[in-house]
């Protein structure tokens, strides 16, 4: 027999009766029925009852076992009484009667209990995550990780694309986040960099003739840390293509993401129409980049309404140049009540408030009520009526100023609203791609123009786009949202030296800065570049959404706490005096 084990705990059956086996795992519970211990014994398989009574040899050594102790047992394999089978389980018809023991590693006094579902603080969890895993849910979160990376490993190849790695250490790249930095021990004073992206050595690729690649790609960003992303490091399925248009990336994800969320999604089910909605739509309509469009409501610009009106505040604040006001529709909402609530949540997101209309059943009919109804009167509050589509029991909120400043808040309150108006449809997947990105943005205050979204996307129009007003050049970069959350981020590349110096130089960078940065590529592209794009899709938030869970560390195997740190293995550390001596290396205190 096996040193360890005949079987795993989740495969004995009824067939089993009478036979000798042999378990290895963990001791998930002790039972003392009268004198009998019974023990649930746990391994990555499964679960099976084991049991040991006076006349068992090993009685007296199995009444030491506690909790999380990792034994090996021998036994016979018993049918269990018709009313004491558990049909939830695999092994629920049998139990194995003890015949020997041995222990394999004795636990001390848990910092946490494995059986149950007790809640404790995020930092015990991470201090003590290889106890953390061992819990059912967590299990069930790291295999369905693994099971969905494996299906994206597959789907890539049955499309047609090749599997490459790409460098772990690199040049340091600026592409939106601050780069982890690693000094070099052979060139004193000089740094390599963890990769933010495989960005340029993916696009290097298609330069070097491979036209379908694929990874999946650990990337690191020295970021601060939220909900649903990593500050540290994170995996993405990176892909890029040659010979393509934006439709063609498209058409490449699309069937890949929508399999693993109708593999993995449960009984969700997964929209089969993926909108392209335009950046500034989307800012329009839903207040962010990100849509959730499983809440189907849409604010609207409602500026003219309130032009000249009673209501000072928002009359006044439309003869400043680039302001509006926007309506959020709120089908349900018409009660004082609730509008009240929705304005003390606007307050407290740092906004004055927000001004309401509901409408409700009046003497002579549907009449409109609240501060701002009285102010802008029947005719303007008819017309936003009719305008936003609403009617008895149903309510508008308004929000003013320059879109950059309240079009945050207004999301938010959209997605409170979509929510306790019982609006928001939570058991399905709805994709959304975002299109049309514009490439450029002015700093408020110096007036300099920058890069607002990739540098490297190719600008629509190309070269004569660039020639004129750098606020209207959209670029052909993409996102896909799903569920309010950003799953994918793309573009079609800006393969062209001549078009990449120029759109470099919109924003303030010679063509020697260029070069020094993106030397590799520049160079690259003046030897037979080919169009290519492509795109990454984050694994980490696409297993977040499969496993229901609002935190990505709850899907991550030993991820960082909210302040960056590894609790378990205490990192970040000081390094040794010889390291830093070897690295050539001083540091200075903080001040």
């Known amino acids: 027999m096996h040193a360890y084990r005949s079987h795993t705990c989740a495969e004995l059956t009824a067939a089993d009766v009478g036979e000798t086996v042999r378990l290895s ?11 009998i211990l019974f023990i649930d014994l746990r391994d990555h398989y499964g679960v099976t009852q084991v049991l040991c009574d006076p006349d068992s040899p090993v009685f007296s050594e199995v009444e030491k076992v506690r909790a999380e102790w990792c034994i090996r047992i021998d036994g016979t394999v018993k049918a ?3 009313e004491l089978v558990n049909p939830k ?3 629920g018809e049998v139990e194995v009667f003890v015949r020997d ?3 394999l590693g004795a636990a001390k006094e848990l910092p946490l209990q494995v059986f149950g579902d007790q809640e404790y603080p995020e930092e015990t969890r991470l201090r003590y995550r290889y106890l953390d895993l061992r819990r059912d849910k967590m299990q069930d979160n790291m295999k369905l990780r693994s099971d969905v990376v494996a ?3 597959r789907r890539m190849w049955d499309g047609g694309f090749r599997e490459f790695q790409t460098p772990i250490i690199t040049a340091s790249s600026p592409e939106g986040a601050r780069d982890f930095l690693v000094p070099s021990r052979l060139h004193p004073g000089k740094f390599y960099a963890l990769p933010q992206a495989p960005q340029q050595f993916k696009q290097l690729l298609m330069v070097s003739g491979f036209d379908k690649y694929f990874q999946i790609a650990p ?6 840390p939220r909900a649903d992303r990593s500050p540290t490091d994170f995996y993405q399925l990176d892909m890029e293509m040659s010979f393509v248009s934006q439709q063609d990336v498209f058409d490449a994800i699309q069937p890949v993401l929508t399999g693993i969320f109708e593999e993995f999604g449960g009984d969700r089910p997964v929209d089969k129409v993926w909108p392209q909605i335009s950046y500034r739509d989307a800012a329009l309509w839903y207040g962010t980049d990100k849509p959730d469009l499983r809440n189907p409501i849409k604010m609207q610009v409602v500026s003219k309404h309130f032009a000249g009106s009673g209501f000072a505040i928002f009359a006044k604040l439309l003869e400043q140049d680039g302001t509006e006001i926007r309506a959020i529709p709120a089908p349900g909402g018409g009660s004082r009540k609730f509008c009240d609530r929705m304005n003390a949540y606007a307050q407290k997101e740092g906004l004055p408030g927000m001004g309401y209309i509901f409408w409700r059943d009046g003497a002579e009919g549907m009449e409109a009520a609240g501060p701002l109804a009285k102010n802008i009167g029947p005719e303007r509050t008819e017309a936003i009526r009719q305008q936003l589509g609403l009617g008895v029991g149903d309510a508008a909120f308004f929000l003013g100023g320059k879109p950059k400043s309240f079009e945050a ?7 409170v609203i979509g929510e306790e ?3 928001t449809d939570e058991n399905r997947f709805a994709f959304a791609w975002i299109v049309d990105f514009p490439i450029y943005e002015k700093d408020a205050e110096t007036g300099k123009v920058d890069f607002e979204h990739n540098p490297f996307s190719m600008p629509q129009g190309g070269l004569e786009a660039l020639e004129g007003d750098p606020l209207e050049v959209l670029g052909y970069q993409y996102d896909l949202a799903c569920n309010g959350y950003e799953l994918v981020s793309g573009a079609i590349r800006n393969h062209k030296p001549e078009i990449m110096f120029k759109a470099f130089e919109i924003a303030g960078y010679g063509a020697d800065e260029v070069r020094k940065r993106f030397g590799g590529m520049v160079n690259a592209f003046q030897y037979g570049a080919p169009p290519h794009g492509g795109c990454a899709a984050g694994i980490d938030r696409i297993v977040m959404l499969l496993a229901d869970e609002q935190n990505i560390r709850e899907v991550i195997l030993f991820p960082m706490n909210q302040r960056a740190e590894d609790l378990m293995m205490a990192a970040p550390s000081e390094p040794t005096s010889e390291q830093l001596m070897e690295l050539g290396l001083r540091v200075l205190p903080r001040e």
């Open 80 to 82: 269990r009484d018709p």
């Open 421 to 423: 108006l019982g609006l």
């Open 89 to 91: 389980i695999p092994t």
């Open 219 to 224: 990337c690191f960003r020295d970021e601060d």
């Open 25 to 35: 795992g963990w001791v998930h519970r002790v039972r003392d029925h009268g004198g």
């Open 101 to 103: 023991i041995e222990v």
């Open 151 to 153: 299906s994206l490993r």
């Open 409 to 415: 808040v207004a999301g938010r309150a959209r997605t």
